[in-house]
């Protein structure tokens, strides 16, 4: 097999490579003057499995772009099959219609990368399931679940944690996650009774005393996060945690969480931390390296993948 690599994330494209022990191809991106993106692959790609690494992050317009080009350059420089390795899919939230004249931006994303040239996807935790039926190839949807569940039981009693849902959209994900690690479940319910007024905070179960653990796929403006926390610490829980797959963290969100009462904000590296993210003091990063290393292996394999979250 051959792995290339975008600039998304470097970081874990040398990680994963060094899992797999294959060296990232030789494949050089450079900017016009306009800041039109050419890419040349610098080594024979003709009838070869490849699998490009590139999460469509911030800044998502440049990273979704450069990984359409990597496709276009590998199809016409003949490679037998090319599995697209998103570890974040960026436009995933905007998966509906919102409202009337608006675009379902996650599909034209999935179309765009078909069309491209890709012949699978290989992602992880996306945003909705039913994104994985925007594509028409062969799509796999990883979960990071096993290796939060692993972190988790290496740091907690079995019997004093208590999984959370900081909304209803996620009791799905949550009640995975409690089940993986034996917890029992609550779920915060945000509500806005009337127009203008603040969203009210109301936690389904018995949170006092408990080392609440919140699980969600984003944290974005961190939001969501720290207003859970603080309505979890003030119905009595000992402590919160959260567990969260894509570390968007865009804007003022590292100062956010770091000024929160949150204990620690997990995430791993589908996103490439940023420096501001690497020294805040409560937000800490797990690897998925291994976790796609093995389902690339596999899938070169033509093995199992979902195995993999037994
Ligand atoms: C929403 O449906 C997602 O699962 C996350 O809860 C959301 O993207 C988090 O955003 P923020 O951190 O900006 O509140």
Do not use: W
């Amino acid at each position: 097999m051959k792995i290339v690599a975008g600039n998304s994330n470097r970081a874990l494209a040398e990680e994963i490579s060094a899992y797999l022990d294959v060296p990232l191809a030789s494949c050089q991106v450079r900017r016009f003057a306009d800041q039109e993106i050419f890419i040349e692959i610098q080594e024979n790609v003709r009838g070869e499995d490849v699998f490009v690494l590139q999460s469509t992050s911030y800044p998502a317009n440049d990273h979704l772009m450069e990984l359409l080009i990597l496709i276009d350059a590998l199809r016409r420089s003949s490679a037998r099959r090319i599995t697209a390795v998103i570890p974040y899919f960026g436009y995933a939230r905007q998966d509906r219609k919102p409202g009337p004249r608006t675009p379902i931006s996650a599909k034209l994303v999935a179309n765009l990368i078909t069309h491209a040239g890709a012949d699978r996807v290989l992602t992880l935790d996306l945003h909705a399931g039913q994104i994985q039926g925007f594509f028409d190839i062969p799509t796999d949807n990883l979960y990071a679940a096993p290796v939060m569940t692993r972190d988790i039981k290496e740091r907690y009693e079995q019997g004093t944690a208590m999984v959370v849902s900081p909304d209803v959209g996620g009791v799905v994900r949550a009640r995975a996650l409690a089940k993986r690690i034996d917890a029992p479940l609550a779920i915060v319910d945000k509500r806005r009774e009337r127009p203008g007024e603040s969203e009210v905070m109301n936690i389904i179960g018995d949170v006092s005393g408990r080392d609440c653990i919140l699980v969600d796929d984003i944290v974005d403006s961190g939001g969501t996060l720290c207003n859970a926390a603080e309505a979890l610490l003030n119905k009595g829980a000992k402590s919160v945690t959260a567990y969260i797959t894509h570390g968007v963290l865009s804007g003022g969100a590292v100062a956010r969480v770091s000024a929160s009462k949150l204990k620690e904000l997990v995430i791993t590296n589908s996103i490439e931390p940023t420096a501001a993210v690497l020294a805040a003091p409560n937000i800490r990063t797990i690897s998925i390296a291994p976790l796609m290393g093995e389902a690339i292996n596999r899938t070169a394999l033509e093995k199992s993948v979902s195995s993999l979250f037994n």
